[in-house]
């Protein structure tokens, strides 16, 4: 595997499941990112992971709880969401934070009924 | 406030032709980046070039190029000799060196036409 991985690449859930979005970089990379991406508007950074610290934290819901193991993955867990969550989730790394491009994973196109 | 506008929500080339893809920043900051990236339908962002604030030359990376007119606040991405594969969404983006984070356009979607 090379660059950025994310599974599942789709998922469908309710509102009272339980899921988990995950992402692995093979860059060697010490940052790590998820965006979210809904229709028709920009992408909003959720958290900012740096070598395995959560730095950034952009108001989002108690129902979106990132972890992260080690700088090479990066979990997204996922409970009692709501219609409004559907969107595509992106995780991202760069060499350090705020430092070079990101590189981006393909991401989890994510429906909640 | 920090701000990227991306003007064009759409646009239509015929193939082999140049496209420019406007953007224009908005910040106080003195130092700061600017991005490009495309996504296709399958939905990866992928890097496309870079441009800091303090670069007196354009950036270029093969067929793309970085029209860079700082007292303007606009970053315009050009694709010489465009390619079916470029259609795609192209996002612009800026990094503000005082906090890292990335600001995002709303993008705008390229079709080319054959």
């Known amino acids: 595997e090379t660059g950025v991985t994310q599974t599942p690449r789709h998922l469908v859930m309710g509102m009272t499941n339980k899921k988990s979005l995950k992402c692995e970089q093979h860059?060697?990379?010490?940052?790590m990112y998820w965006y979210k991406q809904s229709a028709k508007k920009p992408l909003e950074l959720m958290f900012v992971?740096?070598?395995?610290?959560?730095?950034e934290n952009n108001s989002v819901p108690s129902r979106f709880s990132p972890e992260c193991p080690n700088s090479s993955h990066l979990f997204l867990h996922l409970h009692t969401l709501q219609p409004e969550d559907s969107a595509l989730y992106l995780c991202?790394?760069?060499?350090?934070?705020?430092?070079?491009?990101?590189?981006f994973g393909p991401g989890t196109r994510l429906t909640v009924t | 406030a920090q701000k990227i506008t991306q003007t064009q929500p759409g646009m239509f080339v015929q193939e082999k032709e140049a496209v420019t893809l406007d953007c224009t920043y908005d910040?106080?900051?003195?130092?700061?980046?600017l991005f490009w990236y495309k996504q296709p339908s399958s939905g990866e962002m992928i890097f496309l070039i870079y441009?800091?604030?303090?670069d007196e030359q354009n950036a270029t990376e093969g067929r793309y190029s970085l029209n860079f007119q700082k007292a303007r606040k606009s970053a315009n991405l050009v694709i010489s000799a465009s390619q079916l594969g470029d259609s795609a969404m192209y996002f612009c983006?800026?990094?503000?060196?005082?906090?890292?984070?990335?600001?995002w356009g709303a993008g705008t979607k390229l079709i080319i036409k054959p």
């Open positions: 860059l060697g990379h010490n940052a």
């Open positions: 991202a790394s760069s060499q350090e934070r705020g430092w070079g491009e990101q590189y």
């Open positions: 992971y740096s070598l395995e610290e959560r730095v």
């Open positions: 441009q800091g604030s303090y």
């Open positions: 983006a800026m990094r503000m060196d005082s906090n890292y984070q990335l600001i």
């Open positions: 910040t106080s900051d003195q130092s700061y980046g």
